[in-house]
């Protein structure tokens, strides 16, 4: 799946070559690991998806329309994304961030009937650490909302409420367009199953100073989530109600190569809730008390002189 992904080299052996080298194989993903260095996170061994499987998961792209990440419709003008999405390097400016969100397509490179496109104001957690990738979540709120004629293509999913994920979910799924296993882009939608792994899994090899209550450990041994899935879902379906989906996940960092056997981190949405719900739209202008007082004192002197 393409887009743009966190890398994280805490506690691993990898050796500077091997980045070098998925540099290369990457020239085309236009997204930066955790250093900004050019390396995107996306999807390995992956199934293609088909229409309206998926109708939350969005592209978001960049100037050039090129994808760099992947985003979650939680309502008809807001998704959840990755903080790191929107994180510069050293010698960026605004023009390598994303600036439009696109929903309804099945591929990349081929708009479909359903196709929504819009750009957005993005929210971006305010405690975000880029160092320990700690509070990597944040909003993006579309400036031209999705409607009802789009309900069978493009319809959000619901958050998590539940914390202990291993028990309370099964059959979960990461999704996006990223690579398959010749290391290029899926122009077609992908998804891979992965299983919930206890954090202590992910500590062992990022660091357990680094994997807290925040974050998910998500793996699968034929399938992996590695350069271009950052921001995208990690949706897993409630084992109290096996038709219900929702957001458990939203895919930060893991491995610099595309290695299915060692899990992937996650942040953990139901520990987010709160922060999601609380977060006010920016493209809805308040309106302050002072003007609603005066509109209400020019309305009761309209009437008053009809009198």
Known sequence: MGGTAIYMYLKMAVSTSCVIILTLLLPYSMSKDLHGDGISIQI????DAKTGQFPFIGSLRGIYDL???GATLISNDTAVTAAHCFELGSNEDADNLPSLAVFGDLELWRTSPTHHHSTFTAVTHEQYDQVIIKNDIALIYLKSPIFDKYEKSISSIPIANSSNEISDYSSCFV?????????????VLQYAPLELY???VCGEIFGYHVIDETKLCAGSQTSDACPGDS???LACYRNDDPSVMELVGVVSFGIPECQAGVPGVYTRVSTFRDWIESRPDPNRASVPYITIYFVLVMAYISIYSYI
């Open 44 to 47: 390995y061994d992956g199934i």
């Open 67 to 69: 994808h760099m990440c």
């Open 175 to 187: 999704i996006g367009w990223g690579a398959t296993g010749d290391y290029q882009l899926s122009n």
């Open 198 to 200: 206890e954090n202590f």
């Open 231 to 233: 921001g995208g879902p």
